[in-house]
């Protein structure tokens, strides 16, 4: 028996079929964008034209939700001469010195690492590589940020191990150490993950790639992997709806890596750009041909035309809308002239990357130049794309969604977290000092990051669990990168605004912790429904407080992501703002470690303040959530900053480590294990405000006795507090907090951080 074959949907057909029912809602589009985009054409989309704006309009490609709060990090942006290339492209450039540039970016997998953990997180740090190889720049870490629900919930021994094995196997296959990054728990992260992937890459100056498609007859050359049905849909199916039970279903919907094949076009395309053979460059990720094509065309001075039927395939049966919407990994987009083409051809065959001319640059009228170009596709001859590009990747809806307070926020910034029940003896005090250490989000979280290779390439000269990751530039060269990221849903739940300043400080923190000097900021905003106004406002003022303390802090946003329907059903995760910051430092062999020496006096920098609302002390030991986040303090952070690089650089300073989640006990405890010596401490606060608050600007650094004068007038003339609270070397950990006090055997003090992981997930 035959089977009838659809007949195919051409502009022509189109045009002289304008009542054919179309499935635009299945696809993500609204009524009004559908109805919108019919009138952009002047007729019915074809199915091909349905897939490109489908994907290219979608939440997770056109930002049409977040767009009118985003502007405000260009708007407020600081003046610095540091920053090469800002938001737009596929990742931020800043100049780090010495004609050194640096560009890194965050984004995120979340849903295809819930659908299908393994490939979703693999592919995950395949794409952001890929990112920052399309800027020009050879990638040179990774790192992650990821959330989980409760350790001990089934779903979560289900997922966190697919997630670390995706993470670990293609960054350890492509060579790139995984340098740090964040591992938290919470009971709102369950059905619903955050796997949030960082690369950083260098460059010189004079390398930097756009993603723009010049020069009427230029060649339009796909190379890498051959294009599947793998990921087909990915960034309106899964990044840009709601996260339901019955995602298991959209399996198909997620990519499959392979990091071999990456490797492969990392170096094939290092080779292109030495030898100056790319006009443009753009990688195929989220929306795959749709958005590389209609990316490259709108940010060209010209059109384009492909033949869609030259895409190799794996699969011979995809459709052109099919190819349009995959999103197969590892695949690139450049555009070449034709006098290089050979060359460009040449270096591809002795990498064994497949490189197909799949079209080329256009020449345009100039009534189309002004509607920014034409994109026209065929399928065998026949056209079934002619649109304008610019309407697809850069004029897509833009939407001022409603918001409201939610109106159970003053409920629970009411339950103030100072009111909650103290220890009421040595006893009691010392048994939530372990239970807080032993608490999965804060515990040795080394179960997942010796999964990591943190030290492949030899430039990694500071790893996890350091505050912050750093790595040399180049080998001949001291100058170093530190890395951070930080986020903190517990706060942004009780005061969006404060809440994402707060993760900004805290990936400030870390960097200024390693000795270096915080540069410039990307960022991964992940949130809830944009559809519900209560998260929308939880949104707009996270943006609006990251924004303002950027621009206080001088550090620009150089790009990031947005991620929303973070949720399952009606329940939205906690907003989580994921804030990466990157820093420079003029001399790696000054770096500050957080391991404590031994026969060295402890510092206490900062003010402490009875600040527990949101603390790992209050969700741990009360299962509580309410009050108010600790008060942000953006010039007492910079002095900070400043204080521990002016310390590393003068070599007053032996180890430093700052004060975030579970307060000053945790950093004690942190930086005598990493050391391996104990320490005998005094604070003046009482127990709990003492050990477990958590007030910003604060660290504690490791000094030698005959630097202890010189460390205290530098603290001073920064105008930051610094008492001296004690000193290493003993075999145990004892604190004098006031009233009462512990002490912990530094054994069992490592029993206790270092079990709590393996005993939920196993010691293989």
Known sequence: MSVAVPELDTVGRASATPDVPQPYAELGLTEGEYERLRGILGRRPTAAELAIYS?????????????????????????????????????????????????????????????????????????????????????????????????????????????????????NCLGLPNIGGELGFDAGYLGNPLVNALCVGVMRHGDIKLAQADGPGNKVVLFGASTGPDGIGGASVLASASFEDESQAKRPSVQVGNPFLEKLLIECSLELFADDLVEGIQDLGAAGVSCATTELAAGGTGGMRVELDRVPLRDPRLTPEEILMSESQERMMA???????????????????????????????????????????????????????????????????????????????????????????????????????????????????????????????????????????????????????????????????????????????NVAATGAVPLAVTNCLNYGSPEDPGVMWQFAQSTRGLADACQELGVPVTGGNVSFYNQTGETAINPTPVIGVLGTIADVRTRLSSAFP????????????????????????????????????????????????????????????????????????????????????????????????ESVARAVVAVSPENTAAFACLCADEGVSAREIGATGTDRLSVDAGTFGLSVELEELRQVYESALPAIFGRD
């Open 55 to 171: 994907v290219m309009w979608s939440e997770h490609c056109s930002y049409k939700s977040s767009k009118v709060h985003l502007r405000q990090f260009g708007a407020k942006a600081p003046q610095t001469h540091a920053l090469l290339v800002g938001m737009g492209e596929n990742a931020g450039v800043v100049d780090v010195g010495d004609g050194w540039a640096v560009t890194f970016k965050i984004e995120s997998h979340n849903h295809p690492s819930y659908v299908e953990p393994h490939q979703g997180a693999a592919t995950g740090v395949g794409g952001i590589v890929r990112d920052i190889l399309t800027m020009g720049a050879r990638p040179v870490a990774v790192m992650d940020a990821l959330r989980f629900g409760p350790a001990d919930a089934e779903d979560t021994r289900r997922v966190l191990p697919g997630v670390v094995s995706g993470i670990s196997s293609y960054g």
């Open 335 to 509: 555009v070449v002239r034709p006098d290089r083409l050979d060359a460009f051809m040449a270096i591809c065959e002795k990498w064994g990357v497949e490189a197909t001319v799949i079209g080329e640059v256009t020449d345009v009228t100039e009534a189309e130049a002004k509607r920014g170009g034409r994109l026209v596709m065929t399928w065998h001859g026949e056209t079934v794309v002619d649109l304008p590009p610019r309407t697809a990747a850069e004029e897509g809806p833009v939407y001022e969604r409603p918001y409201a307070r939610p109106g159970d926020l003053d409920r629970l910034r009411a339950h103030n977290a100072n009111t909650l029940a103290r220890p009421a003896s040595d006893d009691e005090l010392r048994h939530q000092a372990l239970a807080v250490l032993a608490s999965p989000g804060i515990a040795d979280p080394t179960w997942v990051t010796r999964q990591y290779d943190r030290y492949v390439l030899g430039g990694t000269v500071l790893a996890a669990p350091h505050d912050g990751g750093v790595i040399r530039i180049s080998d001949d060269s001291p100058r170093g990168l530190a890395l951070a990221t930080d986020g903190n849903g517990r706060y942004t739940r009780l005061d969006p605004y404060a809440g994402a300043q707060l993760a900004l400080s805290e990936a400030y923190r």
């Open 598 to 693: 031994s026969d060295a006096r402890i510092f206490l920098l900062g003010e402490t303040h009875e600040e527990l609302g949101g603390s790992a002390w209050a969700n741990t030991v009360h299962d509580h959530l309410g009050g108010v986040p600790p008060r942000v303090d953006l010039a007492a952070e910079a002095a900070l900053g400043r204080t521990l690089a002016g310390a590393a650089d003068a070599g007053l300073a032996l180890a430093a480590h700052d004060l975030s989640d579970g307060g000053l006990f945790v950093a004690l405890a942190e930086s005598c294990l990493r050391g391996n010596v104990g320490a005998t401490v005094r604070v003046e606060e009482d127990g709990v405000v003492g050990l477990f608050s």
